[in-house]
Structures are given as structure tokens and as C-alpha cells.
């Protein structure tokens, strides 16, 4: 039984949702300490002011500390391997590898113009920030750019590293989530096939429906 863990921030962050998917689906036992004292201040959180929606995550395991959200994930499925989904980083050296893989392709190539949609189509609007247009453009086209490409992976296989959901899909459920949740994002996804369905498919979890509910309850920055 795991016991210890801690996590801190705000579920509204991508990468907290991203840590606490992960926490669920592995059926482990933590506690969240919600960075949120901003509100007696009035102020927004930090990760607002940045215009950063991954915001920040610090996960604490006995003496450990760890701030990555995708390194907290692999953590969690090497320390406790034979708890909650036991295939969720691989079962085998080469299903590990291409997770890894994708991990990498997420952080490298969809990440950067996901977060940026994720800030100014559902961020921004809550916030009374202006939004650029020109920047929800560009980020637009190197996006689907990006689910052109998944679109093609995924007419042949179930999810991204093959036919089990892995890391893989889950790393990308927090900003897919937030751009899906608007008119103009919506389209992104549900314009491609496989994509669609891919997202419909992660998106139903009940890992993920335990963070969707904890930040409808939480929205931090939204409050």
C-alpha cells in the first residue's frame, strides 16, 4: 500500500490533472494540498500571471520531490507496478520504449501549441484578457499539424502506443480536454476520425472523470 504521497497544486493546472489521472488510474492513496492562497489576496495564481496553464506541480514521496508531471507519471508506475493499471507504462522493454517515445513526442511537439490554445481559448475568456488572434492561428496550424499525424497512427491502432491505453494517450487528456471544452478547439479533434474517436474513447475514463469533477469543484483560477 502506498502511503505518503503528496501532491501540490491546483487540479486546474494541466500538469496537476496530468499527476492526479495518473495517481487514479493506479488506484493510489495521496493527498492534495491545494496552492491556493492567492484568493486572500485577490489575486490571480501565479500560473495565470505567466499565461501558463500547465502551471506547476510538486509531487513529494518520502524524501523524494519531483516537479515534471510526466517523470511524477513514470515514478508512480515503476514504484508501484502491480497496482491500478499494471500495463500503464508497458509491460515490456519495447511497449516501454514506445511510450517513451510518444511521452517525448507530447512534451516536444503537441504540448507547446496545445498549452497556448489551452491559455487563450479557455483561459483567457474567464479571465477578461484579451485574446490574440493571430497567435490562436498559428498555434492552430502547428497543431494540426501534429493531428495529422495521429489521425494517420491512429486509423491502425486503438490508442496511440498500440492497443492499450498507456501514459501515451493519458499525457495528453488535460489540454486536449480544455481545447475540446471550446466551440473553436472542438473542431480540432472532432474533424479527424480516429482523433475523435481516440479522444472520446480516453476522455470517458474514470480516472479522468474523478480530476474533470475535482476541478469543476476546484477551478482555482476560475473561482
Known sequence: MATGLQVFGQPASTDVARVLTCLFEKNLEFDLVRIDTFKKQHKLPEFIKLRDPSGQVTFKHGDKTLVDPRAICK?????FPNQGNKGL????????????????????????????????LAFAPHLNIPQDFAAIAENERKLQQVLNVYDEILSKNEYLAGDEFTLADLSHLP?????????????????????????????????????????????????
Not at 515514478?75 to 514504484?79: A, E, H, M, S
Request: with cysteine.
Open 89 to 120: 507504462y508497458g509491460t515490456g522493454s519495447l511497449e516501454r520504449a514506445s511510450i517513451e517515445q510518444w511521452l517525448q513526442t507530447e512534451a516536444q511537439k503537441f504540448n507547446p501549441p496545445s498549452s497556448a490554445l489551452v491559455f487563450q
Open 175 to 223: 489540454d486536449s480536454q480544455y481545447i475540446v471544452d471550446t466551440e473553436r478547439g472542438r473542431k480540432l479533434f472532432t474533424s479527424r476520425k480516429n482523433v475523435a474517436r481516440w479522444f472520446d474513447t480516453i476522455s470517458r475514463r474514470k480516472a479522468w472523470e474523478q480530476v474533470v469533477k475535482m476541478q469543476m469543484e476546484h477551478p482555482g483560477a476560475f473561482e
Open 75 to 79: 515514478y508512480l508506475c515503476t514504484q
